[in-house]
């Protein structure tokens, strides 16, 4: 991997300007969108949809296999980011992975905040069950927020008595909104994108005076016993390591099947910068592998002597 791809992309992300004064959420959404919005692989067709009663985006690759869905959820503090943003790192892992993805617009804090997130990711699960979708045929993912707000939406789908899918991947996941993590203060001079004022002001919107360690705006206090396989991916270079590493060994005490990756030397959701960081590539593959890998897992084996109906 290269270690030239790696230096450059940090100065990249340092020389972003900063304000003096807090922008506006509205602000804060149009300045994201222009600087990080991606458009989807040209081989990986979008509509429109609505889904738990929620805007959302398809992206179907050409190389789709017809079996299997991927749920995503986006990042962004849970006050920025859309499908729009994300079209071309959820269009990255759908391609590569050869499934049909459903990335949902779900509501942003401070317009809509805690619970509210949560509720439609539940509401877009549920949909998807509903309309027949096989839960051994739906794998789930999302980044930072989109991360945290995967593993909530799960959760609250096993509290509704709802199956799980058949496993879940997320980059970089904000999973502990008291911001306790260690990292948060020793990575704050290798972290080129955040401060720990950022993260605070995010929570502030989303969860304002409510419980920030209830297990499901801070899944990293949640008993995670019954979630699906889980990996795990997330840079070294970032605040939200621990965040990362404790969501791991929590779900691997729980009894989840758990594969953590820390990427040496790398940023908050390094994946989105496919195509121009080795590492991303590298990491978006192995992720498409996992999801696929447990998509075929979940079929029972076909007893070649017994009829099919």
Same mark, same amino acid.
Do not use: C
């Given at each position: 991997?290269?270690?030239?791809?790696?230096?450059?992309?940090?100065?990249?992300?340092?020389?972003?300007?900063?304000?003096?004064?807090?922008?506006?959420?509205?602000?804060?959404?149009?300045?994201?969108?222009?600087?990080?919005?991606?458009?989807?692989?040209?081989?990986?067709?979008?509509?429109?949809?609505?889904?738990?009663?929620?805007?959302?985006?398809?992206?179907?690759?050409?190389?789709?296999?017809?079996?299997?869905?991927?749920?995503?959820?986006?990042?962004?503090?849970?006050?920025?980011?859309?499908?729009?943003?994300?079209?071309?790192?959820?269009?990255?892992?759908?391609?590569?992975?050869?499934?049909?993805?459903?990335?949902?617009?779900?509501?942003?804090?401070?317009?809509?905040?805690?619970?509210?997130?949560?509720?439609?990711?539940?509401?877009?699960?549920?949909?998807?069950?509903?309309?027949?979708?096989?839960?051994?045929?739906?794998?789930?993912?999302?980044?930072?927020?989109?991360?945290?707000?995967?593993?909530?939406?799960?959760? &609250?789908?096993?509290?509704? #008595?709802?199956?799980?899918? /058949?496993?879940?991947?997320?980059?970089?996941?904000? *999973? +502990? $909104? =008291?911001?306790?993590?260690?990292?948060?203060?020793?990575?704050?001079?290798?972290?080129?994108?955040?401060?720990?004022?950022?993260?605070?002001?995010? &929570?502030?919107?989303?969860? #304002?005076?409510?419980?920030? /360690?209830?297990?499901?705006?801070?899944?990293?206090? *949640? +008993? $995670? =016993?019954?979630?699906?396989?889980?990996?795990?991916?997330?840079?070294?270079?970032?605040?939200?390591?621990?965040?990362?590493?404790?969501?791991?060994?929590?779900?691997?005490?729980? #009894?989840?099947?758990?594969?953590?990756?820390?990427?040496?030397?790398?940023?908050?959701?390094?994946?989105?910068?496919?195509?121009?960081?080795?590492?991303?590539?590298?990491?978006?593959?192995?992720?498409?592998?996992?999801?696929?890998?447990?998509?075929?897992?979940?079929?029972?084996?076909?007893?070649?002597?017994?009829?099919?109906?």
């Amino acid at each position: 991997m290269s270690r030239q791809q790696r230096d450059a992309l940090d100065a990249i992300l340092r020389s972003a300007p900063r304000s003096e004064v807090r922008p506006t959420p509205e602000e804060q959404r149009s300045g994201f969108a222009a600087a990080v919005t991606r458009p989807a692989p040209e081989d990986v067709v979008t509509h429109r949809a609505v889904l738990g009663g929620r805007p959302a985006l398809e992206l179907e690759p050409a190389e789709a296999s017809g079996r299997g869905r991927l749920l995503y959820l986006h990042g962004g503090g849970y006050v920025i980011g859309s499908p729009d943003t994300h079209a071309g790192l959820v269009g990255e892992l759908a391609r590569r992975a050869g499934l049909r993805a459903t990335s949902v617009d779900y509501r942003l804090a401070p317009e809509h905040p805690f619970p509210a997130a949560v509720d439609d990711g539940l509401a877009a699960y549920r949909e998807l069950l509903a309309s027949g979708t096989d839960p051994r045929d739906l794998v789930m993912a999302g980044d930072s927020a989109g991360g945290g707000l995967s593993i909530a939406t799960l959760l &609250a789908a096993r509290e509704a #008595g709802l199956p799980q899918p /058949a496993a879940v991947v997320v980059f970089s996941p904000w *999973a +502990d $909104l =008291t911001l306790t993590g260690g990292s948060i203060r020793s990575k704050e001079s290798a972290d080129p994108i955040f401060t720990e004022a950022d993260l605070r002001a995010y &929570a502030d919107l989303y969860v #304002g005076a409510g419980d920030r /360690a209830h297990p499901l705006a801070s899944p990293v206090f *949640a +008993d $995670l =016993t019954g979630l699906p396989p889980l990996l795990v991916q997330v840079g070294a270079n970032e605040l939200l390591l621990d965040d990362a590493v404790r969501l791991a060994g929590r779900a691997g005490a729980d #009894g989840v099947e758990v594969t953590l990756e820390v990427g040496p030397g790398l940023p908050h959701v390094f994946q989105h910068h496919y195509g121009r960081l080795d590492e991303a590539d590298a990491a978006l593959d192995r992720a498409a592998r996992f999801l696929t890998a447990h998509l075929s897992a979940g079929r029972p084996a076909v007893d070649p002597l017994e009829p099919v109906h």
